[in-house]
């Protein structure tokens, strides 16, 4: 599903950078990514999904090299391949819920909002409970609501891969399992390749693989590797 080699990368302003020499996912594993903060796991998953690119190295994601398609092809890419939760949500204020959810149809043009479609939105809407919030805003929503919200526009376009960035965090327990049901559910439905960004221990436990930062190479003002502060 996913294959880095050789990866390396640096924001151009700050002196972060990371190298990942080998790094595979497998279709339909699902995998928790743990590491301290700044680490670089939010920077790894917007490689994954090519928001970022990486200076050198390679990233394939179902055998596509992200990095060779131009900004319009990476775009669709990423909207037909990819579901994203986003740390922060992103939600659109000026949306309703359920034009948030429907969003990835509204900005591609390979995509068509069908019938079928809205239907989907209101099913995955009923399935975490918020079917009778779709006519709200965003600010008219709970913690826990945005992100099933945000879950939803995630998996509206059946995507094979999903992408979550500390989907949990901010939640109350009850609120955390749900919301990881959710996304398991969806996974195992489907057979879809599952990574979070988790610092939630208790919840490791539920994922097939973890990967830890600490095997990776990275370097910034904040923080250094493991291995960066070994004696030479
Ligand atoms: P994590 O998700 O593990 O907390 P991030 O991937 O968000 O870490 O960030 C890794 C490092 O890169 C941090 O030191 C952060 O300050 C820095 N960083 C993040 N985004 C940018 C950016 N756009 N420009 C420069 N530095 C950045
Ligand atoms: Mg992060």
Redesign the pocket.
Known sequence: MIQLTDLYFS????D?NLRIADLNVSDGESVAIT??????????LNLIAGIALPASGRIETRGVNIASLSEADRREFRISVIGLVFQEFELLEYLTVLDNILLPFRVSSALALTREIRDRALELADEVEIADKLARYPDQLSQGERQRAAVCRALITRPPLLLADEPTGNLDPANKNRVLDILFDYANRESATLIT?THDHDLIGRFSTVID?KQFHYS????QSAEAMQPV
């Not at 680490?39 to 790894?44: E, R």
């Not at 910034?220 to 923080?223: H, S």
């Open positions: 924001y151009p302003q700050g972060f590491g301290p903060s700044g680490s670089g796991k939010t920077t790894l960004v930062f910034g003002p904040a923080e």
